[in-house]
């Protein structure tokens, strides 16, 4: 059973442009949101993190975005480099992580 | 920062051997390490929770005796796959908890690649 829902599977932006991806969890029970980046070959660096009772976290290019009601959050990464060229995974849970199938971002220069 | 530790980074071995995998955390004692399978382009998939002093805990449908997790110091968790077979390749990576941060985050090692010939 999945419980977390990402979308969509791969994107591809230009440099200087805005990358979004969405997530959908089930359980209500869940009270970290973190998103993952992950490089080929290595593994998953936490990028941003939010917990239910805030609707918005912003670090640096990185903002998520929470809806509790619809169970729903999403990362935005402002200013598409190359360099955030990689996979991307938002996870659910409280003392376990259920992570989504990921997302992976091209940034084309 | 956390700093996670995972060695050895890529395993070749012959069908039905059995390899370690470590998980050490280097600068914090972590009384839970997690461990994850990832196939190729795939999301990571939980095998079991490890806690120090005390046995694993695994997820539905992980074969235990498969997979032997020994978690016996606050710095060390070790993965053994046992009887390796080809089915068995795949990346395999350990994350700790910090229990200064509370539960949350989980800081992720490197992952071990573990191809069975």
């Known amino acids: 059973q999945q419980q977390v829902k990402q979308s969509p599977q791969s994107l591809i932006v230009q440099k200087g442009g805005i990358s979004i991806i969405n997530c959908a969890y089930e359980n209500t029970a869940f009270d970290y949101f973190p998103w993952y980046q992950q490089f080929p070959g290595k593994g998953p660096a936490l990028l941003i993190a939010?917990?239910?009772?805030?609707s918005e976290k912003k670090e640096g290019r990185f903002t998520i975005s929470f809806n509790k009601s619809a169970k729903q959050f999403s990362l935005h990464i402002m200013d598409s480099q190359p360099g955030d060229s990689a996979t991307y995974f938002c996870a659910a849970g409280d003392y376990k992580l259920s992570f989504g199938a990921g997302t992976t971002v091209t940034v084309r220069a | 920062g956390a700093v996670v530790s995972q060695h050895p980074s890529w395993v070749i071995c012959k069908s039905g051997t059995s390899v370690k995998i470590e998980c050490r955390s280097l600068?914090?004692?972590?009384?839970?390490m997690f461990w994850y399978r990832q196939f190729p382009k795939q999301s990571l998939m939980l095998m079991a929770t490890?806690?120090?002093?005390?046995?694993?805990?695994?997820e539905q449908g992980v074969e235990k005796d498969k997979f032997l997790i020994n978690h016996a110091s606050l710095t060390l968790s070790t993965l053994t796959v046992t009887s390796a077979h080809p089915e068995d390749s795949s990346f395999y990576i350990c994350?700790?908890?910090?229990?200064?941060?509370?539960?949350?985050?989980?800081?992720f090692g490197d992952g071990t690649r573990l191809s069975i010939l």
């Open positions: 994350s700790a908890r910090d229990p200064e941060s509370g539960y949350q985050p989980q800081h």
């Open positions: 939010i917990r239910p009772d805030v």
């Open positions: 490890s806690n120090e002093g005390s046995k694993a805990t695994y």
């Open positions: 600068d914090f004692q972590a009384t839970t």
